[in-house]
């Protein structure tokens, strides 16, 4: 009996409670604001592993012409994103000088390192002009801050490889009879999407004739605006807090955020807001 109780799942076993507190260390000496920096961006992992694990389910069910779960999911993405941005909030309350007392510990680290985010926007279409190593227009690379041969990388080389999530919407719509190029569904998923204007015909009869479908589109919008709504917040706390300093581990800071800002995930479903 005693060993089956020793066995019960608790709260504390179950979510791994001990072993998550365990994982906060500050590497300063007592500085109280470094713990909120800490376990702010521990925080961002943990949703960024949660839309990961959201947007791939979303993939299937959009390519198994399932709308009922397709519209569920990108409602719980674009909520979780919300809550991404809210988190801001929380660390907007540490000032640029308390920020200061720890940054030199952070040495070559960077927010640029956060494997699953670039992952994520792999996932929502963005490939890189020169494969894993270089953004032409940017001058960064999505995996360039990421150890060459290390796990991290190779997911987020795997997902440029793989369709983005445009491509499953067009799976979607080409399976509800749509007429999509079929070039479109050929094309090479490792190549960046341009916008189509005869896609773009396409996308209005759906708004006009197919409820369904495009209640879809608008939740892809409503992920893609969710998405600039995070960059851009992001790119205001990163100025607040550094001004226009390069980022920690070289990284090129608020000039390359800013750089980001308005880059639409789905440029057709945008430029038919004004055919309506």
């Known amino acids: 009996m005693t060993e089956q109780h020793d066995r019960a799942v608790t709260y504390i076993s179950y979510l791994k409670v001990d072993e998550l507190l365990e994982l906060q260390q500050p590497l300063s000496d007592g500085e109280h604001d470094e713990m909120l920096f800490i376990v702010i961006h521990q925080t961002y992992e943990l949703w960024f592993k949660q839309m990961l694990h959201e947007t791939a389910a979303l993939q299937t069910a959009l390519e198994a012409g399932d709308t009922h779960r397709a519209l569920a999911l990108l409602g719980r993405i674009r909520t979780i994103m919300k ?92 399976g509800r009879g749509h007429a999509v190029p079929q070039r479109l569904l050929d094309r090479d998923v490792s190549s960046a999407y341009a916008a189509d204007e005869e896609l773009q015909d396409v996308l209005l009869e759906v708004h006009r004739n197919d409820p369904d479908a495009a209640a879809v589109c608008e939740r892809l919008v409503d992920l893609d605006e969710g998405l600039q709504e995070w960059r851009y917040r992001h790119v205001k706390m990163v100025e607040r807090t550094i001004g226009r300093k390069m980022g920690t581990g070289g990284s090129p800071g608020v000039e390359y955020l800013a750089s980001t800002l308005f880059r639409s995930v789905f440029p057709d479903l945008w430029a038919i807001r004004s055919r309506f």
């Open 83 to 174: 809550t991404c941005v809210a988190q801001i909030d929380v660390l907007e309350t540490m000032t640029p000088l308390q920020f200061q007392t720890f940054r030199g510990r952070l040495q070559s680290s960077s927010g640029f390192q956060s494997a699953q985010f670039r992952e994520f926007e792999a996932v929502l279409g963005r490939r890189d002009a020169a494969g894993a190593n270089a953004d032409k227009s940017s001058g960064m690379g999505m995996a360039e801050h990421l150890i060459p041969g290390s796990p991290a990388r190779a997911r987020v080389e795997a997902a440029m490889s793989r369709p983005a999530l445009w491509d499953s919407a067009l799976r979607y719509l080409a």
